[in-house]
């Protein structure tokens, strides 16, 4: 076979290639992530899913808690999915094994912090 053939399709190979690479490299934290929702039970699965509406899960933690009741200790596990809305605001939802929501807490797009760094700024400036 002629080597500028075989030169040709190394290269033509190594283009295709790479931004796949790239790419993949890029997510690993979404990959992280998707291995915590795939080991969250299929209730809590269907109760976020209720709350997603067109946006995406960001973060999937899991918590192990001790909880006090009537000097009763008792472990639950709590999981607190984040969802990144279209608007720019999120939603974390907290849900416990077996499917009932524990809290949701919606954060608008606007950050309040935000605000408050470019508010810093302007009494820097008027200083």
Do not use: C
């Not at 190979?13 to 690993?28: E, M, T």
Request: hydrophobic fraction near 35%; charge should be neutral; avoid cysteine.
């Amino acid at each position: 076979m002629n080597i500028k053939a075989v030169l040709f399709f190394l290269a033509i190979v190594l283009v295709f290639s790479a931004p796949l690479y790239a790419d993949s490299r890029g997510h690993k934290d979404r990959d992280r992530d998707n291995d915590e929702w795939r080991k969250m039970p299929h209730k809590v699965q269907q109760t976020v899913a209720g709350h997603v509406a067109g946006g995406r899960v960001f973060e999937v933690k899991t918590e192990n808690m001790v909880l006090m009741d009537n000097n009763k200790k008792t472990s639950a596990t709590l999981y607190l999915v984040g969802i990144k809305k279209p608007d720019g605001g999120e939603t974390w939802v907290i849900a416990d094994k077996d499917g009932k929501v524990i809290d949701v807490d919606h954060v608008d797009g606007a950050s309040g912090l935000e605000e408050d760094i470019d508010n810093e700024r302007k009494e820097r400036r008027r200083r």
